[in-house]
């Protein structure tokens, strides 16, 4: 039970890689605030959590939107008392080419994606830097890192969460506040639905480890670096592809 006694939020924690997030946290222990906009798979997620032992609250949050972050970290203090980890996995795209893009989308893309991790990253800080103490994991993407066909507002985004990872990792590492980033490669989530059947093959044949990422792969990722075993690891970008890109 490496995380127990620790209150973790996940952002988009209602499906795909951020349930299974709330789920292994759990698993080890940690009490989670399940924060996505869709309340209802929110809840599902929380009393999936609660049948298993620990405790969890389902919140209602809008990560584009400040009041909606803010008041979001204010309910889990209120019911869990302070905030030790945050996980940044909320998350949008559009697969399509740039040329067909809109600025709708654009905009659309970044504040989910961006803007969102930044917004959340800020408002829990209040929290921990007076005591000194948290983790927080940013869910970037290898299409950050390496950049993705049909994905290039989304590329520059997580490119952007990577960077941000960074900067933000030295700035508050006085405070003993570790920030890292996990990177996916390509996951069987409904966000990978959208990919065109053709590309899916294609991408799934050229991951050496012979199958796509699991969500459960990253939320194991994620685990490991909010826990006492990743202490003196900060700054980091490490990338969950089996072998798909190695930089």
Same mark, same amino acid.
């Given at each position: 039970?490496?995380l127990?006694?620790?209150?973790?939020?996940?952002?988009?924690?209602? =499906?795909?890689?951020?349930?299974?997030?709330c789920?292994?946290?759990?698993a080890?222990?940690a009490?989670?605030?399940?924060?996505?906009?869709?309340?209802?798979?929110?809840?599902?997620?929380?009393?999936?959590i609660? !049948?298993a032992?620990?405790?969890?609250? $389902? &919140?209602r949050?809008?990560?584009?939107?400040?009041?909606?972050v803010? *008041?979001? &970290?204010k309910?889990?203090?209120?019911?869990?008392?302070?905030?030790d980890? @945050?996980?940044?996995?909320?998350? %949008?795209? !559009?697969?399509?080419?740039? @040329?067909?893009? +809109?600025e709708?989308? %654009?905009?659309?893309?970044?504040?989910i994606?961006? !803007?969102?991790?930044?917004?959340?990253?800020?408002?829990?800080?209040d /929290?921990m830097v007076p005591r000194?103490s948290?983790?927080?994991?940013?869910?970037?993407?290898?299409a950050?890192?390496?950049?993705?066909?049909?994905?290039?507002?989304?590329?520059?985004?997580?490119?952007?969460?990577? $960077?941000?990872t960074?900067?933000? $990792?030295?700035?508050?590492?006085?405070?003993?506040i570790?920030?890292?980033?996990?990177?996916?490669?390509?996951? /069987?989530?409904?966000?990978?639905a959208?990919?065109?059947?053709?590309?899916?093959?294609?991408?799934?044949?050229a991951?050496? %480890?012979?199958?796509?990422?699991?969500?459960?792969?990253?939320?194991?990722?994620?685990a490991?670096?909010?826990?006492?075993? *990743?202490e003196?690891? +900060?700054?980091?970008?490490? =990338?969950?592809?089996?072998?798909? +890109?190695?930089?």
């Amino acid at each position: 039970m490496r995380l127990k006694d620790r209150v973790a939020i996940v952002t988009g924690g209602a =499906s795909g890689i951020g349930r299974a997030t709330c789920l292994a946290l759990a698993a080890e222990g940690a009490t989670v605030a399940v924060a996505d906009l869709d309340e209802a798979r929110a809840q599902g997620v929380a009393g999936e959590i609660e !049948k298993a032992g620990p405790p969890a609250l $389902a &919140v209602r949050t809008d990560v584009t939107i400040g009041d909606s972050v803010r *008041a979001m &970290v204010k309910a889990v203090i209120a019911r869990f008392g302070r905030v030790d980890v @945050l996980v940044n996995n909320a998350g %949008w795209d !559009k697969m399509e080419p740039f @040329l067909e893009n +809109t600025e709708d989308t %654009w905009d659309k893309v970044i504040a989910i994606n961006l !803007k969102g991790q930044i917004l959340c990253a800020r408002t829990v800080l209040d /929290d921990m830097v007076p005591r000194q103490s948290g983790r927080i994991v940013n869910i970037a993407s290898d299409a950050g890192r390496v950049g993705s066909s049909g994905e290039c507002v989304y590329s520059a985004a997580k490119g952007g969460v990577i $960077a941000f990872t960074k900067g933000l $990792a030295r700035e508050v590492a006085r405070y003993k506040i570790n920030v890292n980033c996990v990177c996916p490669g390509p996951t /069987d989530t409904p966000l990978f639905a959208q990919v065109p059947p053709k590309l899916a093959e294609a991408l799934k044949r050229a991951i050496p %480890w012979g199958r796509l990422g699991r969500p459960e792969d990253i939320a194991a990722a994620v685990a490991f670096f909010v826990s006492d075993a *990743a202490e003196y690891i +900060t700054g980091q970008a490490l =990338s969950v592809s089996g072998g798909l +890109t190695m930089v």
